[in-house]
């Protein structure tokens, strides 16, 4: 069974920085897609950003596009991202998730394997 630990949160000033990591143990990763999620207070979990398993294809929440980059290292069995121009409306739980690429696109992915999350506030 795979297990994630995330770490790289925090509170953090509207327009500043912040990357999350997340690093998996108890199984390779090489095989799946990684995801980004998040789910603010009173909110639906919502998806915030994908990545294939070979690192090539990327997808992201419209809204966070041009600000957020995921990437990866399988070497460490670690999956990033990069939070840039943070806004208030960032401020949540993010959780990462890993799901199976069968390369048919990372908007098919169901992802099975959970984080139990990281706090990210952003203060204006």
């Known amino acids: 069974q795979v297990q994630f630990l995330e770490s790289g949160g925090g509170l953090v000033q509207v327009g500043g920085s912040l990357r999350l990591s997340c690093a998996a143990s108890?199984?390779?990763?090489?095989?799946?897609?990684m995801g980004w999620f998040r789910e603010a207070p009173g909110k639906e979990r919502e998806f915030v950003a994908a990545?294939?398993?070979?690192?090539?294809?990327?997808y992201y929440l419209d809204s966070v596009k041009g600000r957020f980059t995921i990437s990866r290292d399988n070497a460490k069995n670690t999956v990033y991202l990069q939070m840039n121009s943070l806004k208030p409306e960032d401020t949540a739980v993010y959780y990462c998730?890993?799901?199976?690429?069968?390369?048919?696109?990372?908007?098919?992915?169901?992802?099975?394997?959970w984080g139990h999350g990281t706090q990210v506030t952003v203060s204006s």
């Open positions: 998730a890993a799901g199976l690429d069968y390369e048919l696109g990372l908007t098919a992915v169901l992802y099975d394997h």
């Open positions: 990545i294939s398993w070979s690192g090539r294809s990327t």
């Open positions: 108890g199984r390779t990763l090489s095989s799946y897609a």
